[in-house]
């Protein structure tokens, strides 16, 4: 399936994204459903200035998304975007090339 620069660019962002440790505990955590910023900061035990910078690093990824309730603001994944990423890499899964025992100059 070909894909246009801008879809490639949102892949690679999406997977920046979710490489980091911090971020990456946080889609951990989310995976059993939204939770509020004051949780997040708790658990991980984070400067509110550092959870808010993550958080905005996987928000302009679309990785999560967020709903303020009253003063709380809760984040959730968003689950196109993990299903993209999935799809892609199955994708990659399905088309890769196995190299012969050898090696790849044996």
């Known amino acids: 399936m070909p894909t246009t620069t801008l879809e490639n660019d949102l892949m690679l962002q999406r ?5 980091e440790e911090t971020r990456f505990r946080i889609v951990q955590m989310l995976r059993r459903g939204d939770r509020c910023v004051c949780e997040l ?3 991980l035990d984070a400067a509110q200035s550092r959870l808010s910078f993550h958080l905005k690093k996987l928000k302009d ?3 999560i998304s967020d709903r303020r309730d009253g003063r709380w603001v809760y984040y959730t994944l968003v689950p196109e975007a993990l299903d993209e990423m999935r799809a892609f890499l199955v994708e990659v899964q399905s088309e890769a090339v196995e190299w012969p025992s050898g090696g790849c100059c044996g």
């Open 15 to 19: 997977f920046q994204a979710v490489a």
């Open 41 to 43: 900061q708790a658990d």
């Open 61 to 63: 990824a679309g990785v």
